[in-house]
């Protein structure tokens, strides 16, 4: 969690300019402005398959709606393009509903829901230009918005399989879905700030709460798995995490951020990465720190590249500098990446963390001048 | 836009660029103190080692991250021209304030004078060749054939992690916080470039430049252990000495060298609880001077040469061991070297307790060869041994001065 920039941003906002204030603060809800309107995809899914309506659109945000009305045997709906997942909806159980938000280029694409009769179905957006290249910051936050939603309700699904293995009471299981589900937390910090009191909430480590009685949120639930090992008294911490997370849900659909929160929160991130999530003490009883590493680091890229158009219009050489550092950091990473996930944190040695934290610094002090360049 | 930070104490930021260095000698309203106040950035050598001592150090060593030449040569031109403003008591240059970036200078010295600030700078020979034998930068072929990295010398016992650099940056002021604010804003500039390696602060001088005749006040300072050691240290405005000593000449090797000068430092551990519980006598015969006045054994008063040749009852009067008779150029082949140390502490050793403080040694010299034959005789037989260890390490080459505004360190070495 980010404690005492939550803290500080808001309580600071009283001497603020107002330009500042909503830059540090920014939670309620604002119409879009500019820029192309969304257009509405409904997929339904079914033992058939899962058929986009309408399956072509123009270029520009496009809101998915899944429903599943009465099939067990299909429950996600993926949207691909250029062989990656671009957004997705998983654990879609009968009755159920879930929507995720994208901004597409012009071009092919296909909606792919496993265990169908037909798994893959055509899905085009037409135009011209670039649903990227919209230079306009309204475009920029109102993508990384989207891309808050979309994180969020994978937060959602993720912790889900966490919460259910600690009110199973199977530790292997919990210990297994703990860092998967806290990545996608991890890479909307850079807006932490604007969750309110749902961060230490759900973030909290033992040394941020005044009376560890009260501790909630995922580092809790990571010292009973790995200090104490033993779940016993979890299952309503886990309970109090899925609400929390709900209820976060509910709130990024509404929240709206300035660009110069998208680049202060990112670079605020990444100098509390270089400086004292370095150490370790994050995932102090896991050592699954290089997920959390990996998930700042591509948060904090989602923000710049959203930023990115409008920076080198203003100012190409700290723009390119930025590529390029932030490619140093994410090379710098992938040397630990184990099966799907990171090494353990505790085999990597001071001298490998100092490099770490070297490059990140490398990166986080030229985007302190990001915020300058894009309001 | 530039700001002084005399103008932005008087309270009239923001009046006007204070782009001339001249602003302070000529309009500023504290024009009195400016002659002394300012030493020279631009000149034939630089700042920082002829320069009268100044009261403080802060000195830090870096090592560079980026394998870019390109790289390297916009951090010395960024860091010249950062640092002559900032020798002027001038801010860090950069865009006006702006609230939503970070200030370009860190502030810390806002409102403090220039306080006589000099930032020198110096490449390690890990600069021109890595560990692995690479040529880095491609600087190998222009590394002056006495520049290797120090051999190892008797009377060490050094810890890696405050030892070598690829580039050192001596900053001295008689204000501390002028001297940190200078290599503070220089590792500010550089991040993504070079990450910084070690650091020592240096909170009194033990040297003096200026000799005997117009020497400071009281003479050559004290070290910690209460001796006025370097009292024959060359002087700052003896050229002919220093062309002898202390510059690289021209015809010494490498061109890009000459009027630069190579910098040994040295963290050198006193165990300062056993030497305050050493007898006066003892004490005085370690050094070889005696300890109020500073005199030699064999003089009144502190500049009176030294006698090696006087004998007692007991033998040489300057014992065969005592440190200034080992250290001595009658006893070195006419060897001298400048000397620019500073006392350091660093709080308590964990495992002893004892005070972790000594002396900063810091020295230029025309060859590193002149402290290797020093330090090889000092480390085997000075008496001083018992009460030292050398425990840090760097050997520095320092280009020359800048001859003005358009001039960046080490730009003859990257030409």
Redesign the interface.
Known sequence: MTPTRSRAACAAAAVL?A??LAAACASSPQPSAGGPPATNVSIEISDAGCGPNPATVPTGPVNFAVTNPASDKVTEAEVLGGGKILGEKENITPGLDGAFSLRLDPGTYSVYCPGAAKDTWAFTVQGNGSAAADTSLTAATQAYHDYVVTEVGQLQTAAKTFTDAVRAGDISAAEQAYAPARVHYESIEPVAESFGDLDPAIDARIDDVTDPTQWTGFHRIEKALWADHSLAGMAPVADKLDADIATLKAKVATNTYQP?ELANGASDLLTEVSTSKVTGEEDRYSHTDLWDFAANIDGARKAFELLQPALAATDPDLAQ?LEA?FTDVVNGLAKYRSGNGYEDYGAVTDTDRRSLA??V???A??L??V??KV? | MELSRRRLLQGIAGAGAAGAGLALAGCAPSAAAAPTDVVDFHGPHQAGIATAVQDRLAFMTFDVTSTSRADVVELLKSWTTAAEAMTRGAAVPGAPPDDQVPPADTGEAVGLPAARLTVTVGFGPSLFTGPDGSDRFGLAARRPAAFVPLPALPGELLDPARSGGDIAVQACSDDPQVAFHAVRNLARIGRGTVVARWAELGFGKTSSTQGSADGDPGGTPRNLMGFKDGTRNIVGTDDAALDQHVWVADADGQGWLGGGSYLVARRIRMFVEPWDRDRLGDQEAVFGRFKDSGAPLTGKAEFDAPDYAATGADGPVIPANAHIRLASPENNGGLRILRRGYSYTDGIDATTGTLDAGLFFLAYMRDPNQFVTLQRKLGTSDALNEYIRHVGSGLFAVPPGTSGPDDWWGRALFS
Do not use: K, Y
Request: charged share 15%; aromatic share 0%.
């Open positions: 300019s330009g500042l110069a500098q550092r070297d490059s610094n490398a990166l002090e030229p302190s001048q915020a300058g309001v």
